[in-house]
């Protein structure tokens, strides 16, 4: 798993965004590449990534309003570290547009030549309040207040809220997202399922092993017919219309 992320995902990426939401998606990435689950929530590996306690993560945040390098030195230090063919360390750095100019010159030699196997994520609220050398080279995604509303209705809608949730919101957000081809969204909604469901399944009634089921077969069906450019909401849509609810 960690070879497929060195190989399509860059070594360093800055995400933009409310730290909130983006605290939350830098660490379900995380949980998806490290726990052998795929990214459950729920294990012991899930768990100690979500509390930023695991052995293959560093989550660095300034002490006061901008970083100093002493609270950098942890990160060069790990860093020093050869890590073995199969395995990722990600240092996750948030609130990068309170790193002063000393601080990030004395990242750019890291960020431009990274060892094997370590990834860093740089969190911000505003890209442009990022010093130019450090997003010059990063990744950037900006996730616009659409982008990360969808997010919350795409956790909400196909995994824990199923039952329970409005599914009007989830449609009048669909409206004013943009990106919505990623098949990344429906390898997690199908890993939640999957992980969640399937070994419990026995401890189940038989109305609601039913349930489960067709909610799993429903979306495995949806890789049968994956959204073509443009098509993404109409995708998403019907996904939702089919899936059964209380």
Known sequence: MASEYKKFVPTTQLFVGSLVFLE????????????????????????????????????????????????????????????????????????????????????????????????????????????????SRSHITIFSEADQQIEHLWHAFFTTQLQQGDPLLFLQALESAEELERVEHLDAIVNYWQQQYLHTLDEKNQLEQVRILSIIDILMNAYKRLPMPGSGKIFWKNLLLQLPRV
């Open 24 to 135: 939350k998606h830098v660490l379900r990435l995380v949980q998806k590449e490290i726990a052998s689950c795929g990214g459950c929530s729920r294990c012991v590996t899930c768990t100690s990534i979500e509390t930023k306690q695991h052995s293959s993560l560093l989550w660095l945040s300034p002490s006061k309003r901008n970083y100093t390098i002493d609270e950098l030195e942890q990160l060069f230090y790990m860093s020093s570290f050869s890590l073995g063919d199969n395995q990722s360390f990600f240092f996750i750095i948030n609130r990068a547009d309170d790193l002063s100019a000393a601080c990030a010159n004395r990242l750019l030699k890291l960020l431009e030549e990274p060892p094997r196997g370590y990834f860093f994520i740089l969190l911000a609220q505003r890209k442009d309040a990022v010093i130019e050398t450090i997003r």
